[in-house]
């Protein structure tokens, strides 16, 4: 297991220089960038920024934009410009440098975690994913835990009862709440319960009240939970079917095998037949999708919930990052966001010889 660890853990460098490079190469093509922004901004013609400039290493004095020229400008919408302006702009933002030599740096300091500062928001990268993560972790792990503390029982349940009347109704139950769209059932939830057109029981915005701090212990986790109530809601309804159906499918497959028949003629009692020796095996498949479950949630599955409840998480700022070409952010957080999906599918193998022992990945190769 440790051979097979360490080479796993080596297998993360290049798969991040991988993705890095790939990455970089696409943003590269893809029109418009920072210095374009700029120059939207003093034009007053940037109108796809959710994000306005706060300062930063941009936000310097625009007065010598009104000098004009007549010069030619590799910028759209740059004519006009003192070419002077724009070459400070393009070395404020490191435009100045080849590509190549852009990346290597970017690479460098990445590997000491140094992610540099956001080009509009005069803050650095880890401060900002410092101050969305509590939204996002709070939404992706609640989300995760109930999805599957009712999933996991209600596929048991349905395997045992398969064909009956349970297992289609609740079947259809699951298959309706998985064809709505979350941010339609968030609307709906605001509308019901959250002041728009009946009771006004929920707060509409934000994790906690204002007077967070002020409060008590038992009183700051009951308002933690009350915020957290309807976004909850509209991200779990349609978390359920897959997991769901999974386990049931994963269990009927084991119930039906030849040691469970075996472990019945022996007397053992049917909750010891399931639980004893049906659950760890069937529970294989459910362990292998938690990662990519947990972080599919916690990183992109709450963009629009977060935008709908007015939530400042990650997804919304990865978002507004990618509008605003805020490309210290959208890097580093590509960084980050890849490093932790590589370490937890690692962590999602080790934990499959913890529920099964015969499983052994020191004679796999990677």
Sequence with gaps: MAAYILRRLLLIVPTLFGVMLISFAVVQFAPGGPVEKIIAEIRGTDVGATARISGGSASGDFSAATATTGSESSYRGAQGLDPEFIAELERQFGFDKPPAQRFFLMLGNYLTFD???SYFRDRSVLALIGE????????GLWMTLISYGISIPLGIRKAIKDGSAFDVWTSGVVIVAYA???????VLLIVLFAGGSFWNIFPLSGLVSDNFSQLPWYQKIADYFWHL???????SLSAFATTTLLTKNSFLEEIRKQYVMTARMKGLSEREVLYGHVFRNAMLIIIAGFPGAFIGVFFTGSLLIETIFSLDGLGLLSFESIINRDY????GTLYIFSLIGLLTNLISDVTYTLVDPRIDFESREV
């Design 115 to 117: 992610f540099g500062e």
């Design 229 to 235: 109530t309807l976004p909850l809601a509209a991200l």
């Design 328 to 331: 210290p952010i959208v890097f």
């Design 132 to 139: 969305k993560l509590p939204v996002s972790i709070s939404l």
């Design 180 to 186: 709505i769209p979350g941010f339609l059932f968030a």
